[in-house]
């Protein structure tokens, strides 16, 4: 639970530095979410509300084909009481992104990539539906078996059972 405190600060409106993992120049469509995330997380330079200064770091990662982003925040060896050299501290949020598809136009288009190992929530459900269904298959198969198998296997009467002694 020591990892989830993200004990650090950052002031409001301060640029993030952003580091992007060296996997994002390999493919095409990773340089496109490149782009995005330069658009959509960077301040431009000279913003009337940034301020002039850098503070925190934005790290986006590519491991197992998810996109992991993590923020930390700059801490100077002025502002330590050790006075170590500066380092990095997690501030959050974090959270992985799975891209699924990418489009040539805004929210449609041609599909410029699409995750083919991305399984919907809809299909690990109906999955389970169809597993739910093969069990009470299953279970109802095994009735119809079973009462054929006591049917073939019936003992034959006892000459000494109560019904014969005493009818």
């Known amino acids: 639970m020591d990892e989830l405190k993200l004990t650090?600060?950052?002031?409001?409106?301060?640029?993030?530095?952003?580091n992007f993992d060296s996997n994002f120049d390999e493919k095409p469509h990773y340089q496109v979410m490149k782009a995005l995330f330069i658009d959509a997380?960077?301040?431009?330079?000279g913003h009337p509300k940034s301020k002039p200064f850098v503070d925190r770091i934005m790290s986006?990662?590519?491991i197992k084909n998810n996109i992991w982003v993590r923020n930390y925040q700059i801490i100077d060896?002025?502002?330590r009481?050790?006075?170590?050299?500066?380092?990095?501290?997690?501030?959050?949020p974090r959270f992985v992104l799975i891209p699924i598809r990418i489009f040539s136009s805004s929210l449609g288009g041609a599909?410029?990539?699409?995750?083919?190992s991305y399984v919907t929530p809809n299909e690990v459900r109906a999955?389970?539906?169809?597993?739910?269904?093969?069990?009470?298959?299953q279970r109802s198969d095994y009735k119809v078996t079973h009462k054929e198998y006591l049917e073939e296997n019936q003992l034959p009467p006892d000459e000494l059972?109560?019904?014969?002694?005493?009818s």
Not at 41 to 45: A, E, L, N, Q, V
Not at 127 to 137: G, T
């Open 111 to 116: 599909t410029l990539y699409q995750n083919m």
């Open 77 to 79: 060896k002025d502002d």
């Open 161 to 166: 059972s109560n019904k014969r002694v005493f």
């Open 127 to 137: 999955e389970s539906y169809r597993d739910k269904s093969n069990r009470y298959k």
């Open 41 to 45: 997380f960077g301040t431009p330079k």
């Open 8 to 18: 650090g600060n950052c002031m409001i409106g301060s640029r993030p530095l952003l």
């Open 81 to 92: 009481k050790d006075s170590k050299d500066t380092h990095l501290i997690e501030i959050g």
């Open 60 to 62: 986006f990662f590519i």
